[in-house]
Each structure stands twice: as C-alpha cells, then as structure tokens.
C-alpha cells in the first residue's frame, strides 16, 4: 500500500521545527517544539486551524513518521 502522506521538515530554529505535509487534500503546515526529551508539541498552522497534539519521538526523524502515520489515519 502506498503512502498516502508524505511530511518534510522544512525549517528548524529556536521556536521548533516546521514541517510541510502534502495530503490527498492539501497541504498541511506544522509547527514542532521539543518541550521534555521525547515530547514535542505539534501545532497546526495552515489549513487545519489551530489545534495542538502532544506527540513522543526519540529524534526529529521518528517526529517525521509519526506525525505521517497519524495523518494518515486522520484521512481516512
């Protein structure tokens, strides 16, 4: 089964990391901060509206294909 999801990170500062998510539906912006060793809060930005989700990853890369997965499983 193909991927239906697919996020990149596109940006990292001191505020977070962005990530760009290309959707069936759109284009989904995100917003990541490291709050505590492997906790990020996951902000939405565009087109979603605003919502925060609290997500548990080891590195930025495992962020990547959890927030994939959980996109994914949001657009069945």
């Known amino acids: 089964m193909a991927k239906k999801v697919r996020c990149t990170e596109t940006g990292r500062g001191s ?12 284009d989904i912006v995100l917003k990541a901060r490291k ?4 906790k990020y809060d996951i902000v939405s930005e565009y087109p979603l509206g605003r ?9 930025r890369r495992d962020l990547r294909k959890r927030i994939e ?8």
């Open 15 to 26: 505020k977070g990391s962005v990530f760009v998510c290309w959707t069936p539906k759109g």
């Open 35 to 38: 709050v505590a060793p492997y």
């Open 51 to 59: 919502f925060k989700v609290t997500m548990y990853a080891p590195n």
């Open 69 to 76: 997965e959980w996109l994914e499983h949001l657009m069945r």
